[in-house]
């Protein structure tokens, strides 16, 4: 087995590895997100429970830390957004809250389900008077029981992330120098036309085959045999054949032959 066919076995066992922690870190995120909706709940259960409100809260702690209220509406296939609680800490860098923040719109409309919204946030205002400090502590709590499992699982994430990269970009490097030697031997050729830049002013298009007979001694140009099809009218025929036909470039910038190869291998013979 190649060298290169063993490393592309070694990168998919490291992707599942990593599809794993991935995996584990959504799940104890998961159930870091259930526990503080579940203790949050114990603090606005009198607004929860309420069937005249017909209220319900959603906790997001994924980048920032929210809890929204949300009623059923008539008007709405979707549960509309009545009050948010933005619970931050004294910077953007900090872990723990230590302030919740409320916010809301202002109507002047009398429908039901605005003056129930109205009942609705004076509940919760009365419990933010009541009980914001113990809601912060216990947020807390909850974010630091789970610090320590989401931190370790992360590193090893990320680790493991580092090793994938460093492997693609080995197998990358493998393919390269894998293309630039079959250019310098036989040659590659393509199951379609591609487009080469042989100078600034000059495209070569429906190349169908490079072969490389000779590198300057800079090593950054190349002379090339080219496979190249057009299409020309048929007399006998009458009618436009495609032909293939040998055309020699000199001095083409190997960068540019290389890009060209490397964006086009998938076009390439086996």
Known sequence: MKKI???REILEKKKAEEKRLNLKVKEIKD??????????ATYFSEVLTDPDGDAFMEVNDNYSNYIYFKMKHEDYSYPKEILTLSL???????DDISKIETGFYSTTENSEFELNRMVVIGKVGQILLDY??????????????FKKDISKTRK????????????????????????KD?????????????????????????????????????????DLELQVKSTRWNENKKDYVEKIEPLFAKAVK???????????????KS
């Open 182 to 222: 079959k250019l310098l031997a036989d040659g590659v050729e393509f199951t379609e036309g591609i487009t080469l830049g042989a100078r600034w002013n000059w495209d070569i298009r429906n190349v169908m085959g490079i072969k490389v007979t000779r590198v300057t001694p800079s090593g950054k140009s190349y």
């Open 88 to 94: 931050r800490g004294e910077s953007f860098r900090d």
């Open 132 to 145: 914001s400090d113990d809601i912060i502590a216990c947020w807390n709590k909850v974010v630091d029981d």
């Open 5 to 7: 066919e063993l490393i």
């Open 156 to 179: 090893a994430l990320w680790a493991k992330e580092a090793e994938v990269r460093d492997i693609e970009y080995e197998i990358k490097d493998l393919e390269r120098i894998a293309l």
């Open 254 to 268: 190997a960068y540019n032959v290389d890009t060209a190869v490397s964006y086009n291998k998938e076009r390439i």
């Open 31 to 40: 159930k870091r997100k259930k526990e503080l909706t579940e203790e949050m």
